[in-house]
C-alpha cells in the first residue's frame, strides 16, 4: 500500500528511524484504512504518499518536539481513526496507550487494527466529560493525546483532567490554530503551556504543536456537561 522505501527516507530526513516491523504495520495500518473507509467515513485522505505524509509523519513528528522516554501512559482522546495513538504506538510499544472515542463504529476499526498489527491497546467507548469525571481515568494518565478535535479551550477540558500532576498534555492543530486565548482555560484547569512550535509537512502543509504542562489538580467541577462546554468555554 504504502512506497516504503520512500516513507523511511521521508522519517528519516525528520530524525525518525523505523524497523521493518514498523515499516510493514505502517504498511497494513494504510491498507485497513482505506478498506474500512468504503463503509465508513474515517477519513478524506486515501492515496498512499497523502496516506504516509499528512496521517502517518504528523503524527510521528510529534516526537520530535516531545519526549516519551518518561511516558508510561498515555490516552488518545477522540482517537477516531487512530491519529496519533496508533503510528505513535508502532514506535513506542513500551507505553500501555488508551484510546478513547464517543463512536462505536471507529472502535470496531482500532479493535481490528490493533489485532491486525500485533498491538495492546485499551479502547474505551465514552465521551470525554462524563470519562473525566471517572475515578478510574481522571488524573491517571502521563500523556494526553488529541489530534485536531475542538478548539485549544474545549480541547484543554477534555484533555487535562485526564493528566496526573507533572504530566503532559499534546494537542495537534492545524496552522490556523491559535493557541493564545485558551491560555486562562489551560491555566484554570491546573497546565501551562510549556511549548507552542509551528512547523510544516515535507508536502508544505503547516502545523501547530501544543505542548501543556499539568501543574496541579484540575479543579473538580471540569470536565464540565458537554452543554456547558459547548455555550460557555473557558
Known amino acids: 500500500m504504502i512506497d ?3 516513507f523511511t527516507d521521508l522519517c528519516e530526513k525528520n530524525g525518525i528511524l523505523l524497523d521493518n516491523t514498523a515499516l510493514d504495520r505502517f504498511d497494513l495500518f494504510a491498507r485497513l484504512l482505506v478498506e474500512w473507509n468504503t463503509k465508513m467515513n474515517l477519513t478524506a485522505i486515501t492515496e498512499p504518499q497523502e496516506i504516509e505524509v499528512k496521517h502517518f509523519l504528523d503524527c510521528l513528528l510529534v516526537q520530535k518536539y ?6 508510561k501512559t498515555a490516552v488518545d482522546i477522540g482517537a477516531g481513526a487512530g491519529f496519533p495513538s496508533i503510528p505513535l504506538l ?16 471507529r472502535l470496531d476499526f482500532l479493535s481490528v487494527v490493533c489485532k491486525e498489527l500485533g498491538l495492546n491497546a485499551r479502547l474505551i467507548h465514552s465521551r470525554a466529560e462524563e470519562l473525566g469525571q471517572d475515578e478510574d481515568f481522571r488524573e491517571n494518565f ?3 493525546l488529541a489530534r485536531a478535535v475542538a478548539p485549544m479551550n474545549v480541547l484543554s477540558e477534555y484533555c487535562l483532567p485526564f493528566v496526573k500532576s507533572g504530566g503532559s498534555f499534546v494537542a495537534l492543530k492545524g496552522s490556523n490554530d491559535d493557541i493564545t486565548p485558551a491560555q486562562n482555560a489551560i491555566k484554570t484547569l491546573g497546565g501551562e ?3 507552542n512550535v509551528s512547523y510544516k509537512l515535507n508536502d508544505g502543509d503547516l502545523r501547530t504543536l501544543a505542548i501543556v504542562k499539568k501543574i496541579s489538580q484540575t479543579p473538580t467541577q471540569y470536565p464540565r456537561k458537554p452543554k456547558k462546554i459547548s455555550t460557555k468555554p473557558l
Do not use: Q
Open 142 to 144: 502521563d500523556l494526553a
Open 193 to 195: 503551556l510549556i511549548n
Open 4 to 6: 516504503k522505501k520512500r
Open 90 to 105: 508502532i514506535c513506542n510499544e513500551n507505553v500501555e496507550f488508551t484510546l478513547v472515542d464517543s463512536l462505536n463504529k
Open 66 to 71: 516531545f519526549d516519551f522516554s518518561s511516558v
